[in-house]
């Protein structure tokens, strides 16, 4: 049986490149774009929301004011306030102290460029550091080698791969004790760091 996790103050998270925040009504109209679309479905590996956009809007609404204690749903946003996409982490299972770890960068303008990689370190920085879990997990496509590219960056390392409704996923996670080694190892870093001559 879950345990019921403690309730969330408004989220505003910042990193090197993005700001991850609660997520707000003004942000339906791009989630929806987002959410329609083919090309950003596929790499999901779902299909295109086929809600109107005034029926999309009733399920925002409800998502914005009765939030799931078991998932936290969080917009991307770049440093000057443009939304780019949106990041969640749910399943939250203080049992075997573990989440799930979702992300989806919809504004093409910002593939490639590492907004993703910043949003997942971010993300899971506020996981470890806020929470008592000790593993984030995620799964994505075996071919989306962009995503495969962005997690190993940000920690995650390769499970193994499964076949899932139709589709065959790469398994992914990084754990707290591997996430803190690295923590103390920036720590070093930095204070043993000499500037060049």
Known sequence: MKTEPQPRTNIRLVGEFTVLRSKIMDDAQADYSWRID???????????????????????RDDVRYPSPWSVRMAIDTLGGKHIGNCMYYDIDAEKSQCE???????????????????????VNHIF???????????????NYRAQKSFAKAGFKPL??????????????????????EQAKSVIDVSTHRPAK
């Not at 960068?105 to 910002?110: A, F, L, W």
């Not at 993703?116 to 370190?121: E, N």
């Not at 193994?160 to 080694?181: H, I, L, T």
């Open 38 to 60: 083919p090309e950003l479905a596929s790499l999901d590996a779902t299909r295109p929301v086929t809600l109107s956009l005034e029926e999309y809007l009733r399920y925002h």
């Open 160 to 181: 193994g791969n499964k076949k899932r409704d139709g589709y065959e996923f790469v398994f992914m996670e990084v754990q707290r004790k591997n996430w803190e080694a």
């Open 101 to 123: 770890l979702g992300i989806m960068i919809g504004d093409r303008n910002y593939w490639s460029k590492g907004y993703g990689t910043d949003v997942v370190k971010t993300a």
């Open 129 to 143: 550091q806020t929470t008592e879990l000790d593993r984030v997990y995620l799964h994505t496509l075996t071919s």
